[in-house]
């Protein structure tokens, strides 16, 4: 088909470059979250055993004693994680970064489900949080502040304000590299 002709069927259907864009992602994010019961149900095929090998590994499950067991309780901290980091990477509401917090706590837990050698799983996650929310917390104050500041000062809405506070990169790379 002609470019032309392209351009002009697209005209007449109403989609602007922008919005196969958008389509685009929200069709790939709504798929991502529409498989976390499968995800999550994935270990249904791990077999009720302490050692389990596979042509890729070898998983020995001591604390648990089954294998089945260990990778239920992993995937229960690891879908809310992939759940939160698309609502971090996908939100556009200038308190997003207070997302963190969780998404830090459950990285935490995670990080003692692999190790072995524990016998509490939510034990001293706090202690480990305490930088986390020392940093979160206070900024997004500091907007809170600055949002309201400016709704004493001007005649905008907060929806007005909420959009000028918003940070949009044009790319997922991009919000990734916003932050590192």
Not at 23 to 36: D, E, K, Q, S
Request: hydrophobic share 50%.
């Amino acid at each position: 088909m002609h470019k032309t002709q392209q351009k002009s069927k697209e005209v007449k259907l109403g989609l602007l470059p922008e919005d196969k864009r958008s389509l685009v992602i929200g069709t790939v994010v709504g798929t991502l979250i529409a498989i976390t019961p499968y995800l999550f149900y994935l270990y249904e095929s791990v077999p009720d055993i302490q050692i389990w090998d596979t042509f890729l590994f070898t998983f020995n499950s001591n604390f648990y004693q089954s294998a089945k067991t260990a990778i239920w309780i992993l995937t229960g901290k690891l879908i809310p994680v992939y759940l939160l980091f698309i609502w971090f990477f996908t939100c556009r509401h200038w308190w997003y970064h207070v997302l963190l917090v969780p998404i830090a706590m459950y990285i935490f837990q995670i990080m003692n489900i692999l190790n072995d050698d524990i016998s509490y799983v939510d034990e001293l996650q706090m202690i480990y949080l305490i930088p986390v929310m020392a940093i979160v917390i206070p900024s997004i104050y500091l907007i809170r502040a600055r949002i309201f500041n400016k709704i004493n000062d001007a005649n905008k809405s907060l929806e007005e304000l909420e959009e000028e506070f918003k940070i949009s990169p044009k790319n997922f790379w991009g919000k990734v590299k916003e932050y590192f």
